[in-house]
């Protein structure tokens, strides 16, 4: 496996991250038993870091993993955890909650529901409007000198709140959505990031499924599947996003490679301080993702992506309206 560090001061990791979220949340019904094999199958492939946040399922989503990893030795893996989304019973975000003696009490119930003495990297999962960035992180700078936590990171934030949250503590890495339709970190984020030190965990690399190869216009979206209210899924907006899909698969059969590894294997090639998170919660799926390490994309191989898919190429916002109000990234 190959790895990476996660910014100047992180723990190096395997250059593919497992997102275990849609095991629990967001992308409809899974089935726990291939949910936990798969988490065995990343490990045995070398994948070391396995992404979660105590909100994938309320809790359900560390207990599972804390099920899969029962058995394994603590330093084969390394856990990023996010925190402070708040949820009501019925699934609804409620807000958010990233006050420190709150922030200790939320990471207490990690440590418990994954049954570990310390989390690899804590970070809040948005931006608390209501806290200063610098009381969050200097509080989680006390869970580290106190060994409950290893690092510290971010979650879709701004410039202004790096630079304020790098001022106050060491941050490993900012995790974001970034995929050749989701380019908006370029302008100045990923500048700020690397001016800092700071890696970038990638999410989202194949826009939740989008331009996967494996979304069609039949396969609909249910019940709390966030995709079906997800703008970029729907309507007029779909087809024309299908269409970027379809024209990245012909850049893919040119390569000999799937369209999803052209998509993961595109995130990578752009800088060995970005680690692409997949949400894989089939082997099969995590098999394919895995092929991308094999990918190597040439000068001219990115060229022709740029040309088929610029940038802004997507139709519709990555989120829905009330969730790209909370992006503190986009302001
Ligand atoms: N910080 C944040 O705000 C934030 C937000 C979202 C996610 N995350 C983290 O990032 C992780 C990844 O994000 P994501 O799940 O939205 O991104 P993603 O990898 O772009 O999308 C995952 C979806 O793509 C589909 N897919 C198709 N082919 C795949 C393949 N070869 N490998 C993997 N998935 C494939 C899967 O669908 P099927 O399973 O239905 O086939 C899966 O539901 C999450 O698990 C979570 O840990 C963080």
């Not at 990918?295 to 190429?313: C, M, N, Q, R, Y």
Request: glycine share 10%; charged share 25%.
């Amino acid at each position: 496996m190959q790895t990476r560090q996660l910014g100047r001061t992180g723990p190096t990791v395997s250059a593919l991250g497992l997102g275990a979220m849609g095991m629990s949340d967001m992308y409809g019904p899974s089935d726990r038993s291939e949910s936990l094999a798969t988490v065995h199958a990343a490990l045995d492939a070398g994948v070391t870091l396995i992404d979660t946040g105590d909100f994938y399922g309320s809790g359900h989503n560390e207990m599972l993993l804390a099920e899969a990893l029962k058995d394994v030795s603590r330093d084969r893996y390394e856990l990023s955890v996010k925190f402070g989304a708040l949820r009501g019973p019925d699934g609804q975000f409620v807000g958010y909650d990233s006050r420190p003696d709150a922030m200790k009490n939320y990471l207490t119930m990690s440590l418990r529901r994954l049954q570990v003495d310390y989390l690899d990297v804590y970070r809040p999962s948005r931006l608390d409007p209501n806290v200063p960035i610098e009381d969050t992180i200097g509080a989680i700078g006390e869970m580290v000198k106190a060994g409950y936590v290893r690092h510290i990171g971010l979650s879709e934030v701004g410039v202004d709140t790096i630079r304020k949250a790098a001022a106050t503590h060491a941050i490993s890495d900012l995790q974001i959505e970034y995929s050749v339709i989701s380019r908006g970190i370029e302008a100045a984020i990923l500048p700020a990031c690397r001016e800092l030190g700071i890696g970038v965990t990638a999410y989202g690399v194949l826009a939740r499924g989008l331009i996967s190869g494996h979304w069609s216009k039949d396969r609909t979206a249910a019940g709390r599947d966030l995709r079906a209210f997800s703008p970029r899924f729907v309507g007029e907006n779909l087809d024309h996003n299908l269409g970027i899909a379809e024209t990245l698969g012909r850049l893919a059969d040119d390569k000999g490679v799937t369209t999803a590894q052209l998509a993961i294997a595109w995130v990578a090639a752009q800088g060995q301080d970005i680690i692409p998170l997949v949400g894989a919660r089939k082997r099969e799926r995590l098999t394919e993702a895995l092929g991308s390490l094999g990918v190597t994309l040439t000068a001219d191989d990115l060229a022709a992506i740029e040309a088929a898919i610029p940038k802004g190429a997507a139709q519709g916002d990555r989120y829905p309206t009330a969730l790209m109000a909370h992006l503190d990234s986009e302001k």
